[in-house]
């Protein structure tokens, strides 16, 4: 990884080299944000760079033996801990981050920028995965090695905010009693589930949010730019991954608009007469998803209707809305106002919690739309 394929984030790139060619390195560090600000990159391409053999004022050159070893992730003095679920059965010693390596290396190979969730999509499991107890050992065990060829032995700890306990324990001795040439990079998301004793005995770096002008120029190289960008570059917090995931879930999202269509249009035409003909295609349709897709269509039937009351104030740079969401805005925006809204998103809230607790859905979407259909026509008498 080089500097240079890092997207935003240019102080601490520099601050970074400039630390790195005075020879100032911490011994142990900690890059926090949140998912998807490049903090793992930034890991990268730092320890590519302290240990590039001919490195340049900005990168790393790319072509010693070091940089070619650290392209593929192999340097025998890189190691990484990150969650896994252990596959070993009970009395064997349990799976510890060298099984899953291949792995590991091949999806941070594919998308650096990766999260927890996607590294758990990845390994196919429905549990979190975890940092285990044993996992402590390992890390001793690695640090106990001579560094094979490197200047700087490289322990990278991606999530460590899921550090079993006793594993953080473990770590945090080793950080308190320095050996050597090593350099121990935490990375977390949630640092607040962070040992507080670890917390202060890491230099903590906080990754911002990456600014707009970085993303639009990163879609714009890749060639992926047009009149859709906007609208997820506003989506994306700050977040490169989020942002690549806005547009490869372009057809999920104008799904979920089609169907919060045809229930707002269902929920306005309910009476007695239309009844079951207006309800029942899209109670069908709604009760058919999964659990997980009923759930994401709740959320953004919620951002939808945040927006729809944003567009009605006619707070125009605050409205996040793609084109066929301000063409459904113009004619339904009106309903949504200061008089239901409150209400709107507590309902679409609770039925979102319902559906969590694994509530019959078929009764939760029935009721939701009848509460719809009361709110929209309150908003018929002012
Ligand atoms: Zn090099």
């Known amino acids: 990884m080089f500097f240079r394929d890092i997207v935003g984030q240019d102080d601490i790139k520099s601050r970074l080299i400039r630390g790195a060619a005075a020879r100032r390195v911490a011994h142990a560090q900690m890059f926090h944000g949140i998912s998807g600000v490049g903090c793992l990159p930034m890991a990268l391409a730092y320890a590519q760079y302290i240990n590039c053999e ?3 004022p900005d990168d790393s050159c790319g072509q010693c033996p070091s940089c070619r070893k650290y392209a ?10 990150f969650p896994i679920i252990n596959k070993k059965s009970s009395g064997d010693d349990g799976s510890v ?3 899953f390596l291949p792995q590991f290396r091949n999806e941070v190979l594919k998308n650096p920028y990766l999260s927890l969730q996607d590294w758990q999509e990845a390994l196919q499991e429905d549990k979190k995965p975890i940092i285990y107890t044993r996992e402590g050992d390992e890390i001793i065990r690695k640090l106990n090695l001579k560094a094979f060829e490197a200047q700087y032995k490289i322990m990278i700890i991606w999530c460590a905010e899921q550090m079993h306990e006793a594993c953080a324990n473990k770590v945090l001795k080793v950080i308190e009693e320095p050996q050597g040439q090593t350099l121990f990079i935490l990375i977390s998301d949630n640092i607040e589930n962070i040992l507080p004793t670890i917390r202060s005995r890491v230099q903590q770096i906080f990754f911002p949010p990456i600014d707009v002008e970085h993303l639009r120029r990163e879609l714009k190289s890749k060639g992926l730019y047009n009149e859709a960008s906007e609208f997820y ?3 994306a917090k700050g977040s490169l991954n989020q942002l690549y995931k806005n547009i490869n879930n372009d057809d999920t999202n104008a799904y979920y608009l089609r169907l919060f269509i045809d229930m707002m249009r269902g929920c306005w035409n309910l009476n007695e007469t239309t009844f079951g003909s207006q309800w029942r295609p899209i109670l069908e349709q709604l009760t058919s ?6 759930t994401a269509f709740l959320q953004n039937a919620q951002r939808e209707l945040r927006e729809n009351f944003v567009y009605n104030l ?18 339904f925006a009106r309903f949504v106002n200061e008089r239901n809204i409150e209400q709107f998103m507590n309902e679409f809230a609770l039925a979102e919690a319902h559906i969590e607790q694994n509530a019959n859905a078929k009764y939760v979407f029935l009721d939701l739309m009848l509460k719809i259909n009361e709110l929209l026509k309150l908003n018929m008498n002012p």
């Open 54 to 56: 001919n490195p340049l």
């Open 72 to 81: 593929g992730l192999v340097h025998p003095d890189l190691h990484f801990v």
């Open 97 to 99: 981050c060298d099984d």
């Open 233 to 235: 570059i506003k989506n």
């Open 289 to 294: 998803l999964g659990r997980t897709s009923q």
């Open 314 to 331: 006619s707070v125009d740079n605050l409205v996040y809305m793609n084109a066929d969401e301000l063409d459904f805005a113009q004619r």
